[in-house]
């Protein structure tokens, strides 16, 4: 059984930093990529960055691009997200996803909650 | 960026009817790559379609989809009470995917 399990998430202040990571197990981890996905409270989904099976290949949503970095450990089965200057429009539950290479996302795990709030 | 649109905004149906939600892309989405997916409250997303007409694993055959270039359609058969929830479709064949605003299916 596919399993993805974040953690990190929190209250921050603006301006804070914040590292996500997702445990993965159930599958093998290095053979696929993997994205994280945010949803702010009460909207819709937005993709945010992915990241190639073998870490050559990263890309970033211009909202968080200069801002994040999308990481992963295969041997650990787990992926980060290293979030600096935080800002207010941040505030989001943070999605760890399994990303077919084609580019949609095939599981989901159950997210983490970031706040950026004074 | 491909800007995806949802119609209806919310669709007010009642078991055992049939629900036909829309996603229309501002442009075409090269090689039919366009997914949907069910959110319940308080739940992570899970993928139903994709490829435009592709159900994913595990996912009951009253779920279809179809479409091509701007206009696609995520069609459930019967409404059983587990499917009221919002969708989403999603495009993948361009960077950045993006995805549509959401289609909340409720109960009437």
């Known amino acids: 059984e596919v399993q993805l399990l974040e953690s990190g998430g929190g209250l921050v202040q603006p301006g804070g930093s914040l590292r996500l990571s997702c445990a993965a197990s159930?599958?093998?981890?290095?053979?696929?990529?993997m994205s994280w996905v945010r949803q702010a409270p009460g909207k819709g989904l937005e993709w945010v960055s992915v990241?190639?099976?073998?870490?050559?290949?990263?890309y970033y949503a211009d909202s968080v691009k200069g801002r994040f970095t999308i990481s992963r450990d295969n041997s650990k089965n787990t992926l980060h997200l290293q979030m600096n200057s935080l800002r207010a429009e941040d505030t989001a539950v943070y999605y760890c996803?399994?990303?077919?290479?084609?580019?949609?996302?095939?599981?989901w795990g159950q997210g983490t909650l970031v706040t950026v709030s004074s | 960026e491909i800007v995806l649109t949802q119609s209806p905004g919310t669709l007010s149906l009642s078991p055992g009817e049939r629900a036909t939600l829309s996603c229309r892309a501002g442009?075409?989405?090269?090689?039919?790559?366009l997914a949907w997916y069910q959110q319940k409250s308080g739940q992570a997303p899970r993928l139903l379609i994709y490829?435009?007409?592709s159900r994913a694993t595990g996912i009951p055959d009253r779920f279809s989809g179809s479409g091509s270039g701007t206009d696609f359609t995520l069609t459930i058969s019967r409404l059983e009470p587990e499917d009221f929830a919002v969708y989403y479709c999603?495009?993948?064949?361009?960077?950045?995917?993006?995805f549509g605003p959401g289609t909340k299916v409720d109960i009437k």
């Open positions: 159930g599958f093998t981890f290095n053979t696929y990529a």
């Open positions: 996803v399994k990303t077919h290479w084609s580019g949609y996302y095939i599981y």
């Open positions: 490829g435009a007409s």
């Open positions: 442009q075409s989405v090269s090689s039919s790559s």
């Open positions: 999603q495009q993948y064949g361009s960077s950045p995917t993006t």
């Open positions: 990241i190639s099976h073998t870490s050559d290949s990263l």
